[in-house]
């Protein structure tokens, strides 16, 4: 990804982030995987972030990302899981009474892509989908 620039700055600040739903329960299939797929990728073109890879597992969501540096990335998750619980609520009101007001679990990983390359991220973020795909698979045959 080349740089990008805002008016006086050039930047490249990328990120992968690792965040799970409450408790990790491994509810993220069907279409409330694509609901969340869907909601993450409205809320990051509101915020002008793109999204440069993303996997949507059962029980956890990974996301390779150019955040501009006005936003910080703690202010960008507390955006992103705060809008899209409230998005998903909306849409599938029964998870709600589940565990109160919390889709998402408290905390999540986050690392600056720098030392590796964007390739090797986005195939391990591939690599994580395509696993998902599987268990996914296994439990709607059953």
Known sequence: MDNKSLSHTRWKCQ??????????KKVLYGKIRDDVREIISTLCKYKNVDIIAGAVCIDHVHLSVAIPPKI????????????STLMIYDRHPE????????????GYYVETIGNITDEAVQKYIKEQA??????????TAL
């Open 95 to 106: 998870l709600q009474s589940k565990w109160d007001k919390a889709f998402w679990a408290r």
């Open 130 to 139: 395509e696993e998902s795909r599987k268990e996914d698979s296994r439990s």
């Open 72 to 83: 910080s990335i703690s202010n960008f998750m507390g955006y992103l899981k705060g809008k």
């Open 15 to 24: 990120y992968h982030i690792v965040f799970i739903p409450k408790y990790r």
